[in-house]
């Protein structure tokens, strides 16, 4: 049980590494540790879910060994995570359209990632990537998120299962954002007059999935669609073939390198310019 339990939560991980706001911030990590640090910046997704995973796993443990009254509070716990997440994903889309409309196809826009303190939002460390994952592991929807799944498939097994289930679900989200941050340093370094086209279909996929979320999760907490565990894993078995698609599209599109003459200057505004307010 706690094995097939552990499979599903993965597939839940990888959908979780998918999150708009995880794409929003790894590629604002991603540029601006490129310029100090261009060889580890490839790494800050996996950095960035490591900081998470800590915080994941303090949850799932917290509601192993408390999964008991845990489940008395589980459906208000995820109506009210569910609500704050479909705040984040339509402010994300709309600071991405108004991105779009504005001609700016820099970067990913993300409500956390504004909301950050400077010393981390500008920051050209890639370290920095850890400790933002774990501010965002506070996040009440993913809190709520962790907690369900850890009473859902671990309350019954204690501590141990519950620990099982929520390693599980920081492997998915690891996969998922080790490879955001692959692909938004192919995208940095990509240097050719086709690059803000990619963006824009990059940035418009976030912007896409950010909707397509928040679309769900409505449905989800109004009844207009009868939520099961097999529903959440053929949503997110969808969400998650659609963003290798992307990452597909991406890695394709930048394969070749376009031949740079020496004197040619390369665009270093597009790596520093910052998130316009």
């Known amino acids: 049980m706690i094995g097939l339990s552990a499979f599903t939560v993965f597939a839940l991980g990888l959908r979780h590494g998918a999150d708009p706001d995880h794409l929003a911030a790894i590629d604002n990590v991603t540029r601006n540790a490129y310029t100090r640090t261009p060889h580890l910046s490839r790494f800050v997704g996996t950095m960035f879910a490591g900081g998470h995973s800590l915080m994941v796993l303090a949850i799932s443990a917290l509601v192993g060994l408390l999964g008991a009254r845990f489940s008395a509070r589980g459906e208000l716990i995820e109506t009210i995570g569910t609500w704050v997440s479909i705040v984040i994903l339509v ?18 826009a993300g409500a956390k990632t504004r909301l950050l303190p400077r010393a981390l939002r500008d920051g050209t460390s890639a370290l920095l990537a850890i400790p933002i994952g774990l501010l965002f592991g506070f996040g009440f929807e993913t809190s709520s998120q962790v907690a369900t799944f850890a009473v859902a498939f671990g309350a019954d097994a204690g501590i141990w299962g519950a620990a099982i289930v929520g390693s599980m679900f920081c492997l998915g989200m690891i996969v998922t954002d080790t490879l955001d941050s692959v692909v938004v340093h192919r ?9 803000p086209q990619i963006m824009r279909v990059w940035i418009g996929a976030v912007t896409i999935f950010a909707l397509a979320v928040a679309v769900y999760e409505v449905s989800q907490v109004c009844g207009v669609i009868r939520i099961t565990k097999d529903t959440d894993l053929e949503v997110s078995a969808v969400l998650v073939v659609g963003l290798a698609a992307i990452f597909a599209y991406v890695l394709f599109q930048t394969r070749k390198q376009p031949h740079i003459c020496a004197s040619e200057t390369p665009p270093v505004a597009a790596l520093t310019s910052r998130e316009v307010p």
């Open 187 to 195: 995208l940095i370094s990509y240097r050719s007059d086709r690059l």
């Open 91 to 108: 402010g994300i889309a709309l600071m991405n359209v108004r991105q779009l409309r504005r001609g700016d196809a820099s970067r990913v």
